[in-house]
């Protein structure tokens, strides 16, 4: 889909993933994140995710991987075959380097797509509330993938995500 943010708004880009990180609900048990995929060619958004949005424990990041399959017509693990070559995601909340419910964790996914999506943007660093020392980060660099953190939306991303679990 065609976007009206300009190419390289990047705060732009992570408040709409900020604007669908809220739709996902809160649950003590998750964080609600948002994501988007951009072909940063054409400045096209080509998918948008957030927590719990298609069935199962789905994260953000993993509902756009589903979404762009479906589209495709392929295996979300043949991703790299069709994708666009310069490809950035957008994401509240650093993706998850494991998952509890034995799901593959998101930056797994990512990395399978290291050579469409070259660089991560993401709004927080996730909190170790529920994996400590999460190597999500790390584990991009090291597959060639950059990571940068938006500044400014820090403190409502971490308000967003963590809504409904108990203090």
Do not use: W
Not at 4 to 12: F, N, S
Not at 112 to 128: C, D, H, M, N, Q
Request: hydrophobic share 40%; glycine share 6%.
């Amino acid at each position: 889909m065609s976007s009206t943010i300009q190419p390289g708004d990047h705060r732009a880009y992570m408040e709409l993933a900020l604007d669908l990180a809220r739709k996902s609900p809160p649950k003590p048990t998750n964080y609600r994140v948002g994501a988007v995929i951009v072909d940063l060619a054409s400045n096209d958004i080509l998918a948008t995710g957030y927590t719990l949005e298609l069935p199962g424990n789905t994260h953000a990041e993993q509902c756009c991987f589903m979404k762009l399959a479906e589209q495709y017509g392929i295996p979300e693990e043949r991703l790299d075959e069709v994708l666009p070559s310069a490809l950035a995601l957008y994401t509240t909340v650093e993706p998850c380097s494991k998952r509890l419910s034995e799901n593959l964790p998101c930056v797994e996914r990512v990395v399978r797509l290291a050579s469409s999506i070259k660089v991560v943007y993401v709004g927080s660093l996730e909190p170790e509330t529920f994996v400590s020392n999460n190597t999500g980060k790390q584990t991009l660099q090291d597959a060639g993938i950059s990571v940068v953190h938006i500044p400014g939306l820090g403190s409502e991303i971490l308000a967003v995500a963590t809504a409904g679990h108990i203090e």
